[in-house]
């Protein structure tokens, strides 16, 4: 069984500071890892996503993300925060056993942009 | 090039009545998903569907049904609604080869009073 923990549900930046939204999960396989942003009254759109190769994982708008194994992590990071940036953001775990690769979401992280 | 759509974009049910959602998937896609998203969750995968068939089910009761069409449009099907089942579904999209990268529909707001 996999799972995603997403630490804090609502992380509050102010514009031009550094976003860092916390992501840990479980699997008992390599993982395939994701992170999705999705904006209000919208579905969900893919930022960037690990599945092997290099660890450092870069995304759309500024995004990057990090594979650490040993720390079971893939925190999200932006250096400088827009206001375009409030949104919900998922981590994502998936497994490529058995060829179905059905993602299990985190809880959600919601990123707050001050001016 | 068109993305997933869904219709309709918002529907309110009562109670026992039975709601049919659709989706269309992303072109050249051949595998299409469903989740629940309820007020405050991460999605919650309903089941999957390829080639007509139900390929993958989660943890969800036989109320919740769906089907596939030849043009890999799809369908979900709820019977005898609970206030429960109000939330966000989401439709997701995906080539067989790469099921892992799945492309997400706007999604259908379901309210059951």
């Known amino acids: 069984a996999q799972s995603v923990t997403q630490l804090g549900s609502h992380v509050s930046v102010s514009e031009g500071a ?31 996503k690990y599945t092997t190769g290099a660890t450092l994982v870069k995304g759309i708008n500024g995004f990057e993300a990090e594979f650490k194994k040993s720390e079971t992590s893939f925190h999200l990071t932006k250096p400088s925060a827009h206001m375009s940036d409030a949104a919900e953001y998922f981590c994502a775990v998936t497994d490529a056993s058995g060829g179905s690769y059905i993602p299990t979401f985190g809880r959600g992280t919601s990123l707050i942009v001050h001016p | 090039d ?51 068939e139900e390929r993958q089910r989660g943890n969800f009761p036989d109320r919740f049904s769906g089907h596939q069409f030849p043009n890999y449009s799809s369908e979900l099907n709820v019977n005898a609604l609970l206030l429960g089942d109000s939330a966000l579904y989401l439709c997701a999209s995906s080539l067989v080869s790469g099921n892992y990268e799945q492309y997400f529909g706007p999604g259908t707001r379901l309210t059951v009073t």
């Open chain 1, 18 to 48: 550094l976003v860092l939204l916390r992501c840990n999960y479980s699997s008992s396989v390599p993982p395939y890892l994701f992170w999705y942003v999705q904006y209000p009254n919208q579905g969900l759109q893919l930022l960037l």
């Open chain 2, 2 to 52: 068109a993305g997933v759509t869904q219709s309709p974009t918002h529907l309110i049910k009562t109670r026992g009545q039975q709601v049919t959602l659709r989706c269309s998937p992303k072109s050249g896609h051949d595998t299409v998903s469903w989740y629940q998203q309820a007020l405050g969750q991460g999605p919650q995968f309903i089941f999957q569907y390829y080639e007509e």
